[in-house]
């Protein structure tokens, strides 16, 4: 795949997640607590791709027994885990908080990638980690804002968060090496919906589905904004550097300051603009084309094999 392509996936996946706000905001006023939301967003997102493979490609369903393991990193120990300790996190501190704890995610993905896939760790690749983590900082307001206290168990939270997202990178990375894009997502949200599902409580809001106008939310939370975002940003994967691949995806808290702006009419301060500039900005320094390593090309032409 040619990598201007493989930036446009990721880019448009961190749109997708970005307009989630849109979403969850409406289902969590109906009634629905985090829990059930992540269970939402797993099972709507595997009917959708089970729906689409049976119809395609049943072929794609395949995968050995043995390779399970890929696939209980990026469903359990990165969606689930990931999304669950964001909510908590944000229930325990902030979400401004939150948010920027959250996006310590490339920072932990370039350490394991340096350990286990030797990705360099350039000038360049280390300048857009820290213009990303000022600008997201700035995107959050967390410097607009007068310090607070925060608890151990709310910072441990946060990293969590970051620490898991970071994950679906590095599994997502082996899980390439075997197996097509849309195989590898589809199940993810199984094992992530057979992990999260008897935990979730659903069965107690039965009642909250009898709304009409939630079903929307649902589909725009499991399509839009899970479906397709994963199998964008996975199929980026496939043929840029997962550590590169995390700093791009920081596009979206940027957007989802947008959608604050425009959809909820929260107004931004300066700060705010200055931030979405310096994460787009870690784009573009990351996009630069002599930031590619041998290892880079190597993986680029073992996973076109697979796609």
Request: hydrophobic share 50%.
């Amino acid at each position: 795949m040619n990598r201007k392509w493989a930036y446009a996936y990721i880019i448009t996946a961190a749109v997708f997640w970005g307009i989630i706000g849109i979403f969850i905001t409406f289902l969590y006023e109906k009634g629905f607590n985090p829990t059930q939301v992540v269970a939402i967003r797993a099972i709507s997102a595997t009917i959708f791709l089970l729906t689409y493979i049976l119809f395609k490609n049943r072929g794609l369903l395949k995968i050995k027994l043995s390779d399970s393991k890929y696939f209980v990193g990026t469903g359990i120990f990165s969606f689930v885990l990931f999304n669950l300790c964001l909510f908590y996190a944000i229930q325990e501190t902030t979400i401004a908080i939150s948010a920027i704890l959250l996006y310590s995610a490339p920072a932990f993905v370039t350490i394991i990638s340096r350990i286990l896939f030797k990705e360099a760790l350039t000038p360049k690749k280390i300048l857009a980690l820290f213009t990303t983590f000022i600008g997201c900082s700035f995107v959050v307001g967390i410097f607009t804002k007068s310090a607070e206290s925060v608890s151990l168990l709310g910072i441990l939270l946060g990293l969590g968060a970051g620490f898991f997202y970071a994950l679906y990178s590095i599994f997502g990375t082996y899980a390439l090496r075997k197996y097509n894009t849309i195989t590898v997502t589809v199940y993810t949200f199984i094992f992530a919906t057979i992990a999260i599902t008897p935990f979730s409580g659903l069965s107690s809001a039965r009642h909250l589905f009898q709304v009409g106008e939630i079903w929307l939310y649902i589909l725009g939370l499991g399509l839009i904004s899970t479906t397709l975002a994963f199998v964008f940003y996975t199929k980026g994967l496939g043929t840029i550097e997962s550590s590169n691949a995390s700093i791009i995806a920081t596009i979206e808290p940027v957007v989802a300051a947008l959608v604050s702006f425009f959809i909820f009419k929260e107004t931004l301060n300066f700060t705010q603009y200055l931030g979405m500039l310096m994460v787009l900005a870690a784009v573009i320094i990351i996009q630069d084309r002599r930031n590619k390593d041998m290892n880079a090309d190597h993986s680029t032409n073992h996973f076109e094999n697979s796609n």
